[in-house]
């Protein structure tokens, strides 16, 4: 079982590729396609991510694409699951298997869905999913996130690993210190040290396989609300420092989350971290949700007829994404 699950998450951090996270929740595609004056169902939901996954040629940047229950369960036009579908173009297919949040005090969540996981991971695998993710965010200030919070999280998160790699699936974790708030790049630092060494020390208790997991985590950023907006040098050094005392070796790979920055914000930062990494231990490749997926949903906005042009957005972002995870990428490329 260890080296299939070791030879799966190899894979998904495959040289020059990273991952599509398309596993947005009902409620977060609900409030993404509002943005552009659509309203989610079922059936449009799949139409979108049909047209996210049948792009031409986008198996040359993904390795695995993460999906939502519904997803999972969907078929394109032609009436081929997506999962067979993904699975023949060399696209692994992954699942979200958390259940969102549940309240831990006045001000904090912590992530369930551990219930009843086991035997959905079962289904899962006899589906023909390769990888789960389970994420678990942490707001931060002056005060939280709080140590209970950071010690629930990670306990449940390695719950949660432990089932999945029995079920034969590797795990993502991904613990994410949010963009939300006015904290500084340094304060962002320390809690996502914080955070990372919680988890692996819950990991590692666990008796997880570390060579057949992948860590999904935020970079390290200003709040949002702070007005203050970090150089890629910055955001890079900072990164850098987080994971290089706190992620074991065996890791094979950390794929990072663009958690709310822009696609260009994103791609740049990506790119930083991969020219400044010397010699570490692992892959650093991507997970990216909007920064992936923003562009082609402008684009696309439910119509049929901006199919084509959606696709070919979807496909020049993931070139620069792939570009910047080989530290490759230069800024006047996204006008090329």
Known sequence: MNEELKKVAQALIATKKGLLAADESAGTIKKRFESVGLVSSPEL?????????????????????????????????EGTSFIEYLTKKGILPGVKVDEGREPLNDMEEVTKGLEGLDARLKEYKSLGLAFTKWRAPFIINDIYPSDGAI???????????????ENGLVPIVEPEVLLDGNHT???????????????????????????????????????????????????????LAAVKGTVPSEVPGIVFLSGGQTPREATANL??????????????????????????????????????????????????????????????????
Do not use: H
């Not at 694409?65 to 078929?75: A, C, H, N």
């Open 45 to 77: 939901n799949r139409k979108y991510r049909q047209m996210l996954f049948t792009t031409p040629g986008i198996e040359e940047f993904l390795s695995g694409i993460i999906m939502f229950d519904e997803t999972v369960r969907q078929k394109t036009d």
């Open 151 to 165: 010690e629930e999280n990670a306990s449940r998160m390695a719950q949660y690993a432990k089932i999945s790699q």
């Open 185 to 239: 790049t340094t304060r962002c630092g320390e809690i996502t040290k914080k955070v990372l060494t919680q988890l692996f020390e819950k990991l590692k208790q666990s008796g997880i396989a570390l060579d057949g997991l992948l860590l999904k985590t935020n970079m390290v950023l200003p709040g949002k609300d702070s007005a203050v907006k970090a150089a890629p040098l910055e955001v890079a050094q900072a990164t």
């Open 271 to 336: 790119n930083e971290i991969n020219k400044l990494k010397g010699e570490v231990p692992w892959q650093l490749s991507f997970s990216f949700a909007r920064a992936l997926q923003g562009e082609p949903l402008d684009v696309w906005r439910g119509e049929d007829g901006n199919v084509k042009m959606a696709q070919e957005a979807f496909y020049k972002r993931a070139k620069l994404v792939s570009l910047a995870r080989q530290g490759l990428f230069r800024p006047e490329m996204e006008n090329e």
